[in-house]
């Protein structure tokens, strides 16, 4: 079967994000466009993954609860798991390895942590755009090791991605890469390839998604297509 995914979307959490933009309603969105197989990846927080899983599993979608990290060189990383607990833990570790500054709103936006219905239920004070303490290797190391999917994100983008900011694509065991344009102008060490909507706002929602062929609706088999590049494929 061919599956819509798509792996990078944040929420109002993100400060960048519209403060509207909330779990439920990229949700919502994503099962109008089809898609069987979204993801949530705020900046270097998983606070708003609860209410993320709530809105998927009444929208029958299989949701990845992600975080898009930032490493210490500021190459951004798709981080996904297959269990919220797992992913809340991860997203604990990642934000205690933020530098201690304070976000301002006035500048960066608002930082907030919503339930299923959007209702505000808390903000987050520590600027979570900037970049962990973890290098590039060690955050694949780190979320590898707890079974995540590790995804470089954008790897094409002129900014915050691993060929703008370390040069070259270090040997590493990713699960895929990201890229925003095809086909990427750069080794991809054979790797599939996914683009992905990075949304912001819910008119951003499904822009990017991509397609791939799978054995059933599920982690395991997502994983074991992502082994395959011939399996994703791409449409307007």
Do not use: W
Not at 103 to 113: A, E, I, S
Not at 174 to 182: G, K, N, V
């Amino acid at each position: 079967m061919q599956a819509k995914i798509d792996l990078h979307n944040h929420s109002c959490l993100s400060p960048c994000a519209n403060d509207d933009f909330t779990p439920a309603l990229l949700a919502v969105e994503a099962m109008e466009q089809g898609i069987q197989i979204l993801a949530l990846t705020d900046h270097n927080s998983a606070r708003n993954l609860v209410a993320f899983d709530e809105a998927c599993r009444l929208c029958g979608i299989l949701p990845l609860f992600g975080l898009e990290v930032s490493t210490v060189e500021d190459v951004h990383v798709l981080t996904l798991f297959s269990h919220l607990k797992d992913a809340l833990e991860f997203g604990s570790f990642i934000e205690f390895l933020l530098p201690d500054k304070k976000n301002r709103t006035d500048l960066f936006g608002n930082q907030l942590v919503v339930d299923i219905e959007g209702e505000v239920i808390g903000t987050v004070d520590k600027l979570l755009v900037g970049s962990t303490s973890l290098a590039f290797s060690d955050v694949v190391e780190e979320a590898l090791s707890r079974d995540a999917l590790v995804i470089p994100a954008h790897i094409d983008r002129f900014a915050n991605s691993v060929l703008a900011n370390l040069g070259f694509l270090p040997d590493l065991p990713y699960s895929a890469l990201e890229a925003i344009h095809l086909p990427v102008q750069a080794d991809t060490h054979n790797l599939a390839v996914l683009t992905g909507s990075d949304a912001h706002c819910l008119e951003q929602v499904g822009r990017r998604s991509c397609y791939i062929d799978m054995e059933e609706i599920s982690y395991e088999a997502l994983k074991k297509s992502l082994a395959n590049p011939s399996a994703v494929s791409y449409r307007q």
